[in-house]
């Protein structure tokens, strides 16, 4: 099975890590993974703060990048939300505004091959056991795009339930948003951050050592407010945690990357 990996913006300039724990799972799977370098944002941030038209080119470019490729998968719910409930709307307005039907074909050739990764591992893949090993206490806050826009349900939770050694704890409050909403704790920073500060408090109380999301850009606000709280509790991306074998855990035994 052939797939690429649409890597995101946040990935790629902060958490390169995730990319190569994607990679590294998928291909002890059996999954031969590209990396179209022609790939770039996806036009989320000049679509969510009102720059609808900037999108475009940006859509334009993913799909080309992605061309010819029988799946596409991102480790964000976030991004890949984009591209599916999206991308299609950009391509109706150019439409309805007589620019023609190249934007809207573009988009409806792209959207049914993308996927968010634990959809990918569990949907295409048919998998939930990963062979992965991490003797850790872990607990997982459901990131907005994932839980709401892409309807992932449990499958993050069953592919952590299968890690050899993990302890799964169950976060309260955990379909809460943390407050992050991209352009949203720029715009409402003050309550940007009390939302950070509810789910923190929520984490702590579990006592795990690590708090596992899917999305990068969520896992980055929470990191934050954990960095000044001087908390001991960790974050990392669901790909590291899903990469991680017994080999990798005699070398890295409680470290948690940031």
Same mark, same amino acid.
């Given at each position: 099975?052939?797939?690429?990996?649409?890597?995101?913006?946040?990935?790629?300039?902060?958490?390169?890590?995730?990319?190569?724990?994607?990679?590294?799972?998928?291909?002890?799977?059996?999954?031969?993974?590209?990396?179209?370098?022609?790939?770039?944002?996806?036009?989320?941030?000049?679509?969510?703060?009102?720059?609808?038209?900037?999108?475009?080119?940006?859509?334009?470019?993913?799909?080309?990048?992605?061309?010819?490729?029988?799946?596409?998968?991102?480790?964000?719910?976030?991004?890949?939300?984009?591209?599916?409930?999206?991308?299609?709307?950009?391509?109706?307005?150019?439409?309805?505004?007589?620019?023609?039907?190249?934007?809207?074909?573009?988009?409806?050739?792209?959207?049914?091959?993308?996927?968010?990764?634990?959809?990918?591992?569990?949907?295409?893949?048919?998998?939930?056991?990963?062979?992965?090993?991490?003797?850790?206490?872990?607990?997982?806050?459901?990131?907005?795009?994932?839980?709401?826009?892409?309807? $992932?349900?449990?499958?993050? #939770? &069953?592919?952590? =339930?299968?890690? /050899?050694? !993990?302890?799964?704890? %169950?976060?309260?409050?955990?379909?809460?948003?943390?407050?992050?909403?991209?352009?949203?704790?720029?715009?409402?920073?003050?309550?940007?951050?009390?939302?950070?500060?509810?789910?923190?408090?929520?984490?702590?109380?579990?006592?795990?050592?690590?708090?596992?999301?899917?999305?990068?850009?969520?896992?980055?606000? $929470?990191?934050?407010?954990? #960095? &000044?709280?001087? =908390?001991?509790? /960790?974050? !990392?991306?669901?790909? %590291?945690?899903?990469?991680?074998?017994?080999?990798?855990?005699?070398?890295?035994?409680?470290?948690?990357?940031?």
């Amino acid at each position: 099975m052939r797939a690429a990996l649409f890597v995101t913006c946040v990935n790629d300039a902060l958490y390169p890590r995730t990319g190569v724990a994607v990679v590294r799972l998928l291909e002890r799977l059996g999954v031969d993974v590209d990396f179209p370098a022609a790939q770039s944002c996806c036009g989320q941030p000049q679509y969510n703060t009102g720059y609808r038209y900037e999108s475009e080119p940006l859509l334009r470019r993913t799909a080309r990048a992605f061309a010819g490729y029988p799946y596409v998968v991102a480790p964000s719910g976030s991004c890949v939300a984009m591209i599916r409930e999206h991308y299609p709307r950009i391509g109706a307005r150019a439409a309805a505004e007589g620019r023609g039907n190249e934007l809207a074909d573009l988009a409806a050739g792209l959207v049914p091959r993308v996927y968010e990764l634990t959809e990918f591992l569990v949907d295409v893949l048919g998998v939930t056991d990963v062979g992965a090993y991490f003797p850790h206490t872990v607990t997982y806050h459901p990131s907005c795009h994932g839980l709401r826009a892409l309807g $992932l349900g449990d499958r993050p #939770r &069953r592919l952590l =339930a299968a890690v /050899r050694g !993990l302890d799964l704890i %169950e976060l309260p409050g955990a379909e809460e948003c943390c407050g992050f909403g991209g352009t949203f704790a720029v715009k409402n920073p003050d309550v940007s951050a009390a939302m950070g500060a509810d789910k923190v408090r929520a984490a702590r109380a579990t006592g795990a050592e690590v708090l596992c999301g899917a999305d990068n850009s969520c896992l980055a606000h $929470l990191d934050g407010t954990l #960095r &000044r709280a001087g =908390a001991p509790l /960790r974050t !990392l991306h669901i790909a %590291e945690i899903l990469a991680s074998t017994d080999e990798a855990a005699t070398t890295t035994e409680g470290k948690h990357p940031r």
